[in-house]
């Protein structure tokens, strides 16, 4: 499980992955918070991952929902197209 988690990659929407991810840390047992947020933010898409690190969110929780977020906004700039 750990080298899955420090190589897992979002391949739908930052809910797949984010549920993926907690599943993969689960099983890895006790890492320091650092480390799951430098996994977490380099198996984000790119242009999702561009965004999130400038809010430098502090904690795992704080990192998923603004992943979340920036999904969402991505998303309506797209239907405005």
Not at 52 to 74: C, F, S
């Amino acid at each position: 499980p750990f080298e899955e988690l420090a190589t897992l990659k979002q391949s739908g929407t930052v809910e797949e992955f984010v549920e993926a991810f907690e599943l993969l840390s689960s099983q890895v047992g006790r890492l320091p918070e650092d480390q799951y947020l430098g996994y977490f933010m380099s198996g984000l898409k790119p242009q999702i991952r561009r965004r999130v690190r400038t809010l430098n969110p502090q904690n795992r929780m704080q990192m998923m929902r603004i992943a979340k977020d920036v999904e969402e906004e991505l998303n309506e700039g797209d239907d405005e197209g």
